[in-house]
């Protein structure tokens, strides 16, 4: 299957920190989402790119769809305790398929109070 | 309470057993979803459908069995058990099968011993 290449695959950091993540690939995609899990539930979507130089917020975190549309980065400002968690990119290459669905190993996030 | 529910939360069983994990959704989505989580792969697709008696493999379906019989339901049997299907198993939901977010259950974590 598509390789989403993620980094990095975790991060400790303080309070109040920002933070970027990114995911890269060798293919396009024309998709690009992110997924926060939580300990002991299932990935919650946080945020969805379908254009290639999008750049999107949700509160405090912005994401991008890169323009040569095999990347794509996360951002989170300020960070907060709450933010610990898996950061999870996915792609999804032609037509935006559920089915096709390609998601990173994820990226580990804590976050020292 | 609406929303996605998988069960049981925890299982553990022998090997060469068969285990059905259990998924139900009160949204009415049509397409349904099981992913499987472990470290080092991130999530990977085992089974989808996309209405009531219409299902199709995905990523790793060796070794598991799907049935959607209600448009609400969409059991995962382990026919025989192997300890390489020790995992966290995610079911999830979309309403359409394009460009439209995936609403993860919290998840059964499997033991195979």
């Known amino acids: 299957g598509q390789q989403l290449n993620q980094s990095p695959q975790s991060m400790f950091i303080q309070e109040g920190e920002d933070v970027s993540m990114n995911c890269t690939s060798s293919s396009i995609f024309n998709t690009w989402l992110w997924y926060k899990q939580d300990p002991g539930e299932g990935p919650v979507l946080l945020i969805a790119?379908?254009?290639?130089?999008e750049l999107t917020s949700n509160g405090r975190l912005t994401a991008q769809f890169g323009i040569t549309r095999k990347d794509s980065f996360l951002n989170i400002s300020a960070s907060i305790p709450s933010d610990v968690g898996i950061y999870f990119c996915?792609?999804?290459?032609?037509?935006?398929?559920?089915?096709?669905?390609?998601f990173g190993k994820g990226t580990l996030l804590t976050v020292n109070p | 309470d609406a929303g996605i529910t998988q069960s049981p939360r925890y299982k553990i069983t022998e090997t060469g057993r068969q285990v059905t994990l259990m998924c139900h959704q009160t949204?009415?989505?049509?397409?349904m979803f099981w992913y499987r989580q472990d470290l080092g792969h991130g999530l990977r697709l085992i089974y989808y459908?996309?209405?009531?008696?219409?299902?199709d493999k995905g990523e790793v379906p060796d070794g598991y069995v799907v049935s959607r019989s209600k448009t609400e339901n969409f059991p995962l049997t382990l026919e025989s058990a192997t300890r390489s299907q020790t995992s966290v198993y995610f079911c999830?939901?979309?309403?359409?099968?394009?460009?439209?977010?995936?609403?993860f259950g919290n998840g059964t974590r499997l033991t195979v011993t």
């Open positions: 949204w009415s989505h049509s397409y």
């Open positions: 999830a939901s979309s309403v359409r099968e394009f460009f439209s977010p995936l609403h």
């Open positions: 790119l379908y254009k290639a130089g």
């Open positions: 459908s996309a209405a009531a008696d219409i299902t």
């Open positions: 996915a792609g999804q290459r032609s037509g935006g398929s559920n089915y096709k669905l390609t």
